[in-house]
């Protein structure tokens, strides 16, 4: 495993860090490895939900025909 050096953080930052982690019931360490591991996997599912998204929506550069969508979902119902 991989290890981090986080240098030039205010003093607030960590404070508040070590009263989560207290608060928490772990060490600062803990603490901040469940925080960053959180990020990237919120990071990743954002990422998957973004794509999705992209591709349920027409490529850049294509038309849109708003009127004829809306004429084939009135078909349609």
């Not at 990071?43 to 009127?67: C, I, M, W």
Request: proline share 1%.
């Amino acid at each position: 495993m991989a290890q981090v050096l986080v240098r030039q953080l205010d003093d607030h930052v960590v404070s508040a860090l070590r009263a989560r982690a207290k608060a928490q019931g772990l060490s600062l360490e803990q603490s901040l490895r469940e925080l960053l591991t959180d990020a990237v996997r919120r990071n990743d599912s954002l990422r998957d939900e973004l794509a999705r998204l992209r591709a349920t929506t027409p490529a850049a550069g294509r038309t849109l025909d708003v009127a004829a969508l809306i004429r084939e979902d009135r078909d349609g119902r």
